[in-house]
């Protein structure tokens, strides 16, 4: 399989060179040639397979022979050996909707779905190729302890991660300085998100800096995250009883549209998936384009759900080539059309295409506690603030299409990753689980740091020439 640039500007690479390119050379964003799809009989087949071979079935059609099979087998088995469960994304029954819990990796959140396997596939593609990455990036929590754990230990990788000294929580900060590999580098900076996103920036800048330094990042944007992600929309299908299967409806708790997109994707791929439910918080730009066809940047708000407070959708670009009917120019002009104005507007065509496999809520804080709390008094089940967004979209839809079949919702981390905001929902805090309850006994390393580039850089330049 061959992979392209949603601008069209790049010669058609491997998979593998499009692993290692993470975002394209002309600014857009990578996709496979073309979707591979799987017939209703495949699919059909597909659900007698535990999960790690389902991903390998789906993710050959993706690689083709750029990973000989035996070798692209282990890679998964370590990756999602890792996880607590031997089925790695449960499905669960919570009152009358289901609930996939993508949170059992090491981090309690989805990303580790996606970032445990993108680490194995950096060494064994760093190795092939005889070369090292530096990964660098900064984190407000959740992204930056998945990053770490996806490739702490791996040989040939260092990752340094930026995260606002005293303003990530408790849990998220013990989960990155525990880690004591040789090659992780917490880097506490005497500043907010924003300063390390901006230092992070300024390095990638740095060109030379960048090339002698063999400089990477971590973000929503690499392919091999979608493509992970994909696979847990096809073991939901295969957790459900069969006479739920036909035309169900998933809701995605969304910030960057990474995850949904991987539905998006699955969907088109053949998976019987009615309707993907965008469920956004008071960041609600995503919203707003499912609701009026305009995409127009607002102000980042701080919410209950941190990890979904995202203005800019990085992975929204993938689905705009789409939408276009995969004309890069036509794409080019949206994405110039955003840059000049801060909006871009799609016609009524468009529109309507969009609204067929998309529908939109946006949730408030005082719904995210209303909605621990009903489904903890009914159920006994705790969600997370990110997953009551998305059970507070699915009951709002339930409302307006009660004849629609099944709803799966995607919990996308463990309630007692953000005590806090459970306690305020239900008066006390979620029980925690014996892992995240010894992280507070374990040893920690960071270091602390001005927020200036210079220094930082300084930094990075002395770990690597020791
Ligand atoms: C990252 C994250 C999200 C948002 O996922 P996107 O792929 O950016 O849409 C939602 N919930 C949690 C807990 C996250 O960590």
């Known amino acids: 399989m061959k992979y392209i640039s949603t601008r069209g500007g790049i010669d058609p690479v ?29 699919i059909e087949d597909l ?20 990973i000989p099979q035996d070798d692209l087998r282990r890679l998964i088995e370590n990756s999602y050996a890792t996880f607590s469960t031997k089925t790695v994304v449960p499905l669960e029954r919570v009152g009358d909707l289901y609930i996939q819990e993508l949170f059992h990796g090491p981090t309690y959140a989805f990303k580790d779905v ?155 791929m053949g998976l019987p998936i009615k309707r993907l439910i965008l469920a956004t918080n008071a960041n609600d730009i995503l919203y707003r384009f499912i609701k009026t066809g305009t995409y127009s940047l607002g102000e980042v708000l701080p919410t209950l759900s941190p990890s979904m407070d995202i203005q800019l959708a990085s992975n929204f670009e993938r689905y705009l080539y789409y939408l276009n009917d995969r004309n890069p120019q036509q794409l080019k002009n949206m994405v110039a059309e955003f840059t000049t104005s801060g909006k871009l507007a799609i016609n009524s065509d468009l529109f309507k295409k969009m609204t067929i496999d998309f529908a939109s809520t946006r949730v408030e804080d005082q719904a995210i506690l209303t909605t621990i709390r009903d489904v903890w008094q009914k159920t006994g089940y705790i969600l997370d603030p990110h997953t009551a967004t998305g059970v507070s979209a699915a009951q709002e839809y339930r409302v307006k299409h009660p004849t629609d079949t099944a709803i799966v919702c995607l ?14 929902a239900i008066g006390t805090p979620p029980p925690v689980p014996p892992a995240i309850a010894a992280l507070e006994k374990l040893p920690c390393r960071f270091d602390l740091i001005e927020a200036d580039t210079a220094e930082v850089k300084a930094y990075v330049m002395g770990k690597l020439n020791t």
Do not use: C
């Open 114 to 268: 996606a970032l445990q396997f993108l680490g194995n596939l950096f060494e064994y593609l760093l190795a092939r190729e005889k070369r090292s990455l530096n990964i660098i990036g900064a984190t407000s929590g959740d992204t930056g302890s998945a990053a770490i754990h996806g490739v702490r230990g791996k040989a040939n990788i260092n990752i340094f991660i930026l995260y606002p000294h005293g303003k990530v929580s408790a849990v998220q900060e013990k989960q990155m300085t525990s880690v004591l590999d040789d090659n992780v580098f917490n880097l506490a900076i005497k500043g907010n998100f924003d300063d390390g996103q901006r230092i992070v920036k300024e390095l990638f800048a740095d060109l030379e800096f960048k090339r002698n330094y063999q400089l990477g990042a971590v973000n929503s944007i690499n392919w091999a995250r979608i493509m992970a992600q994909i696979v847990y929309y096809f073991s939901a299908y295969n957790q459900l009883p069969v006479a739920a299967r036909k035309d169900f409806s998933v809701v995605v708790p969304t910030g960057n549209f990474g995850n949904i997109f991987a539905g998006w994707m699955a969907k088109e």
């Open 411 to 424: 919990a996308t981390a463990h309630p007692a990753k953000f005590p806090d905001a459970v306690e305020q």
């Open 47 to 66: 659900t007698e397979l535990p999960y790690n071979q389902l991903a390998l079935a789906i993710f050959s059609r993706f690689i083709g022979d750029d």
């Open 14 to 42: 491997s998979f593998n060179q499009a692993i290692m390119m993470g975002l394209a050379s002309d600014g857009g964003l990578l996709l496979p040639e073309t979707i591979p799809t799987f017939s209703a009989a495949e």
